[in-house]
């Protein structure tokens, strides 16, 4: 599949079939992430990647937003090492995104679950959680998980209609052509 037509069908897709995703498929998505940009190319990315089925429905109990995992027959955890770069949160964030538009090209449905500065409950960070179910090392911080997938929802394409020019400034912010 051609870039940009990657880019428009990427949606969050949060249902999944029951299909597992063939391990090729997995190796792919991974490489992607590992071509991803770093600050400095200190590359501090971990990826937790998880297909047992109970542990997958225990992260869909990280918080109400990764409920969505339920049905997920594959997650990544997208971590990064702050020990090795201060500017983690960036790689893996970007990391992420190369892991959710490898999936899109591969025709697989992937959504981020936000995991970084939220809660699990009133006393436990959604971090906290993750890191105790997958025995994650302290410095080894928790940014996201992404559910992956065979889709079981149709989603429509990005449009043009959603490219906001007027956010777009040229040499000054307020000059929009
Ligand atoms: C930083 C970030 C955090 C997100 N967290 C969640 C989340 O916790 N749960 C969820 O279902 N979707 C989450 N999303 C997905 C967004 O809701 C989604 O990207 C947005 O609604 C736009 O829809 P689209 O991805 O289909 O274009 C997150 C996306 C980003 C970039």
């Known amino acids: 599949m051609e870039f940009f037509e990657v880019v428009k069908k ?39 990647v998880v297909d047992e089925e109970g542990l997958i429905k225990k992260l869909a109990q990280t918080r109400p937003a990764l409920e969505f995992l339920e049905t997920a027959p594959l997650a990544i955890v997208v971590c990064g090492d702050e020990e090795i770069s201060s500017a983690w949160v960036f790689d893996a964030s970007i990391a992420a995104e190369h892991i959710q538009l490898a999936a899109t090209a591969l025709g697989l449905g992937a959504c981020w679950g936000h995991v970084l500065d ?50 777009v400034h040229w040499n000054g912010f307020g000059h929009n052509l």
């Not at 029951?18 to 200190?42: G, H, T």
């Open 10 to 48: 990427r949606r969050s897709i949060r249902r999944y079939q029951k299909k597992k995703v063939p391990k090729e498929c997995v190796e792919k998505i991974l490489e992607a992430a590992f071509y991803s940009p770093s600050s400095r190319n200190r590359r501090p990315w971990h990826f937790v």
């Open 118 to 167: 939220r809660m699990h409950n009133e006393e436990r960070s959604a971090e906290d959680y993750v890191r105790e179910l997958l025995g994650i090392t302290d410095h080894i911080r928790i940014l996201c998980v992404i559910g992956i997938g065979y889709p079981a929802e149709e989603k429509s394409k990005h449009s043009e209609k959603e490219v906001m020019w007027e956010r």
